[in-house]
């Protein structure tokens, strides 16, 4: 909608929820919370290394294993949230991921702290959906179009901003606070959500969850996280790695036959289909890959490579999470008179520049520097594709269209892990700075290569 169609819609919508901003407030900050205990534990992980005995596979699923669950379960979560309301899975979701977060932060081995990271990814899948689903249904017209703004800087500017609260957290307490924190802030956001959030009923027909789905699609896309991780030491063109990729996509395979066959679908194919959808989940992925992918390989460079301390790494990460708010927030302006187009395109092609300057001169300036500019990019990619992608969907289709983006955000940040730590292994658990200069003109080529598809696929208009 823009800001001259159905005007009395849109006041009908200001009228029935005065109390939206705040709203938006609190679950932002809950959704703050799911962002940073993606990218928190970055800085925190050579330390739970050390403590814990991680083998770089397993540091790896320290964040895999959140961003895969997260991601596998939120088509799931989206269609309880159409189901049952919104703000029931809300509360339910931010209840499970509170407890989980005490769980992982007591933690004294891999297995439980791997299986408390799963248990948070199990909270965030169902807060998230329902989360954005409310923001879609509270606000309308350029309103809505400001508040997916202010929702993607949280999304994109939460994820550099963890970096810098990990150091700190980590050069302080110690690394299990970067998961007891959320537990303060968890329960004073519950108990004033329950009390603020209207009780907004699924408008979806009361049918069946399909449960099967969300396996076949969660354990198809582990075994692609696993053939990733794998190849970094197995190799890339090893029969191993070959399998496993089979696999992985004769489960996703399955996943796309069982929807089609299916009468009460997790996802509804014809729904992806569409192409602002398609484009913008393309977007989200892309980004989200894009965006750990220099985070990860920024924490490690600056404390294994150049051997600083937490706190040093994580305050320089501070103007990176500046640039990314910047990004997004100027593009939640933007984007209705310039349309999705030509800001996608400009925010990958910056993101491709940022990435490329270290890539051309790996120093601690140039890292800073260019994963900032790259952040900018990226921030802007994120309104884009969420503008994109449920700027015309119904609303009885909104929990399930937020589930898509959601989805598609976790297994980007999945991915984008994954293949980072196998491209820079080399430098990860070695003294050769080779595989972090590998890893940037990945990312670099990848923005560049994703930058021209999007000038293709991209509509004109977010809206």
Do not use: C
Request: proline content about 4%; glycine content about 12%; aromatic content about 8%.
């Amino acid at each position: 909608m823009t800001r001259n169609e159905a005007p009395e819609e849109a006041a009908a919508t200001r009228t029935a929820y005065p109390a939206r901003w705040r709203m938006l407030g609190f679950l932002g900050v809950a959704q703050l919370m799911l962002i940073l205990d993606v990218t928190v534990v970055a800085i925190a992980l050579p330390h739970m290394g050390a403590d814990l005995a991680l083998s770089r596979a397993a540091v790896t699923w320290t964040v895999s294993a959140y961003t895969l669950t997260f991601g596998g379960l939120l088509l799931l979560g989206g269609r309880i949230a159409d189901l049952l309301g919104a703000k029931r899975v809300v509360l339910a979701g931010l209840l499970v991921f509170t407890a989980a977060s005490l769980t992982t932060g007591l933690a004294g081995s891999a297995a439980v702290l791997i299986a408390g990271r799963v248990a948070q990814g199990v909270g965030a899948a169902l807060f998230a959906p329902a989360a954005l689903s409310l923001v879609v249904r509270l606000f309308d017209g350029d309103e809505r179009n400001r508040a997916l703004g202010v929702w993607s800087a949280l999304g994109g500017g939460g994820a550099a901003l963890g970096v810098l609260v990990g150091g700190l957290l980590t050069a302080g307490p110690g690394w299990p606070w970067v998961f007891f924190v959320n537990v303060p802030i968890g329960v004073v956001v519950l108990a004033v959500l329950a009390r603020m959030l209207p009780r907004l009923d699924g408008a979806a027909p009361r049918v069946r969850l399909d449960v099967l789905a969300a396996l076949l699609v969660t354990a198809s896309s582990g075994t692609l996280i696993y053939a990733f991780v794998n190849a970094g030491d197995q190799g890339w063109l090893t029969p191993t790695t070959g399998w496993l990729l089979v696999l992985a996509a004769v489960g996703l395979a399955a996943f796309a036959l069982w929807q089609r066959r299916s009468r009460a679908p997790l996802m509804d194919l014809r729904l992806l289909a569409r192409r602002p959808v398609a484009t913008g989940t393309f977007l989200i992925l892309l980004a989200t890959a894009l965006m750990i992918a220099v985070f990860f390989m920024g924490t490690f460079y600056f404390q294994h490579a150049r051997g600083y301390g937490a706190l040093r790494t994580g305050l320089l990460f501070l103007p990176i999470a500046i640039a990314t708010m910047v990004g997004a927030n100027l593009t939640g302006r933007l984007v209705a008179r310039a349309g999705a187009r030509p800001l996608a395109v400009a925010g990958l092609l910056l993101a491709a520049l940022g990435m490329a300057a270290p890539a051309l001169f790996m120093h601690p300036v140039t890292v800073t520097a260019g994963v900032a500019v790259a952040a900018a990019g990226t921030g802007a990619l994120f309104v884009v594709s969420s503008a994109t992608a449920l700027g015309q969907v119904a609303p009885y289709e909104a929990g399930v269209a937020s589930g898509i983006v959601s989805t598609f955000h976790e297994f980007g940040a999945s991915i984008g892990a994954a293949v980072i730590s196998s491209v820079a292994a080399a430098s990860i658990v070695g003294d050769t700075l080779r595989g972090f200069e590998h890893g940037f003109v990945l990312a670099a080529i990848v923005a560049g290569v994703g930058a021209l598809v999007a000038a293709v696929l991209t509509p004109k208009a977010a809206r």
